[in-house]
């Protein structure tokens, strides 16, 4: 058992270590979550919540709960059209705040600011 822990533990900290070098200059991009994942719901034609604070490396998951398609579309990154039921995942690996909209209906906005 102990050495099954040891081995999680050294896997843990492989997968921690590795991705760092894998980051490029883009400031957010669509990659497997190595932070936290942190919950938009888009309901009523709106981001819930609207401004959300999250730190480098953090990834932001919307889920589209109304029943037409949405997106969450800002600078350098976009979920694509979201049916509904589905998520999308973007990870901010950059400090900087980001604003957002929905493509297809332009006054749903949204905020994230990355710490
Ligand atoms: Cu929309």
Redesign the pocket.
């Known amino acids: 058992m102990k050495k099954l822990i040891a081995f999680v533990l050294l896997l843990t900290l492989i997968a921690c270590a590795a991705p760092q070098q894998q980051r490029g200059d883009t400031s957010a991009r669509t990659v497997e979550p190595t932070g936290n994942v942190v919950d938009v719901t ?1 309901e009523g ?1 709106a981001f819930n919540p609207t401004e959300l604070t999250v730190n480098a490396g953090d990834t932001v998951r919307w889920t589209n709960k ?1 029943s ?4 969450a579309t800002g600078q350098g990154f976009d979920t694509g059209p979201l049916n509904p039921g589905q998520n999308g995942e973007v990870t901010f690996d950059k400090p900087g705040t980001y604003t957002y909209k ?4 332009p006054s ?1 906005k949204g905020k994230i600011i990355v710490n």
């Open positions: 888009i034609f109304d037409v398609t949405h997106t929905c493509t297809p209906h749903m």
